[in-house]
């Protein structure tokens, strides 16, 4: 069946790179999301990417897919304080658009 | 654009009660709406998948009785908690989204006492 694996911790010093993985195991997903969940919140859509893409860059973020090894990871250029939550990698699955979420990777920033 | 809501943000209830969460896109149509829950320190788990006109689909082992979904319009999609117990205290969230991204509301806790 479907599964999305991520790391569950990261921390990082500020002005740092933060960089996040995530594997997934349904290679027909046409889109892979990443989403961005603070203490006490809904999630906020960060990016997205769609299969047929390599790389996807928005200003400091960049998400790379290899999808012959189905990984997906997400780096965060110049990291703030600000960007300190919990990650969640995302998979398409089923005809309703269906989201199958990783546990999330929580990420901390340090000065 | 692409703004969902919820309200309430916060309900506490007594046991044995029913609590309604009201979930709505704010600037576009959504035919499709999903819930979820997600307890403290895990991932979300989908519950159901609302579609505008149409019972909801539920994900194995939620009980459709107990989670009673309505999709009256293409902006409104609720949750009814029926008899409400301890255990269904939780963060209930929903998103919208027909194709393409999914875009999530703010989340309503219960609190059942």
């Known amino acids: 069946g479907e599964d999305v694996e991520q790391s569950l911790f990261l921390s990082v010093r500020e002005g740092d790179s933060s960089v996040i993985n995530c594997t997934y195991t349904?290679?027909?997903?046409?889109?892979l999301y990443w989403y961005k969940q603070e203490p006490g919140a809904g999630l906020q859509l960060l990016t997205y990417?769609?299969?047929?893409?390599d790389m996807k860059q928005d200003q400091r973020l960049t998400v790379l897919l290899n999808k012959k090894d189905k990984h997906l990871s997400l780096r965060i250029a110049d990291t703030q304080t600000g960007d300190s939550a919990i990650y969640f990698c995302?998979?398409?699955?089923?005809?309703?658009?269906?989201?199958?979420f990783g546990a999330g990777t929580r990420l901390a920033v340090h000065p | 654009g692409a703004v969902v809501s919820q309200h309430p943000s916060w309900v506490i209830c007594k046991s044995g009660t029913s609590v309604k969460i009201e979930c709505r896109s704010l600037?576009?149509?959504?035919?499709?709406m999903f819930w979820y829950r997600q307890f403290p320190k895990q991932s979300l788990m989908l519950m159901a998948t609302?579609?505008?006109?149409?019972?909801?689909?539920?994900e194995q082992g939620v009980e459709k009785d107990k989670f009673l979904i309505n999709h009256a319009s293409l902006t409104l999609s609720t949750l009814t908690v029926t008899s409400a117990h301890p255990e269904d205290s939780s963060f209930y969230i929903c998103?919208?989204?027909?194709?393409?991204?999914?875009?999530f509301g703010p989340g309503t806790r219960l609190l059942v006492l």
């Open positions: 990417i769609f299969s047929n893409m």
């Open positions: 600037d576009f149509q959504a035919t499709t």
């Open positions: 609302s579609n505008e006109g149409s019972k909801a689909t539920y």
């Open positions: 995302a998979e398409v699955a089923g005809g309703y658009n269906k989201l199958i």
């Open positions: 349904d290679s027909s997903s046409t889109y």
């Open positions: 998103s919208a989204g027909s194709s393409g991204p999914q875009y």
